[in-house]
């Protein structure tokens, strides 16, 4: 699998100016140490206070997910309305008046012509 990445890297560094060692695949540490993180968090947690939800939010939060997972079951979709359709059958309405308006004052200009 490495000889696959390496050959696709080379075939790409050929192609855009590349070189292969410089791909980020052929080159990925296997596993590195863990950063020591025991500062920094301290550092957060001093600077952010807890977070306190309301009382009612969990329990909207479930009512919430529990209509929406029997709305799915039961093959409910609420869909929004979006402006681009919206947008859609309004030009191409306009575009229908515009085509009849077009065929009568043609269809008008033509009966004139054929009488005089």
Avoid: Y
């Amino acid at each position: 699998m490495k000889i696959a990445f390496k050959r696709i890297s080379q075939w790409f560094g050929n192609r855009f100016g590349r070189s292969a060692k410089s791909c980020p695949i052929v080159d990925a540490p296997q596993a590195r140490r863990p950063v020591n993180v025991e500062p920094i968090e301290g550092s957060v947690q001093s600077a952010f206070h807890p977070i306190e939800l309301p009382r009612g939010f969990r329990e909207a939060l479930r009512d919430n997910l529990r209509v929406a997972a029997q709305q799915h079951k039961t093959g409910l979709r609420i869909e929004h309305s979006r402006p681009v359709r919206q947008l859609v059958w309004l030009t191409v309405s306009l575009g229908v008046v515009v085509a009849t308006v077009t065929t009568v004052l043609l269809a008008h200009r033509g009966q004139e012509r054929s009488q005089s």
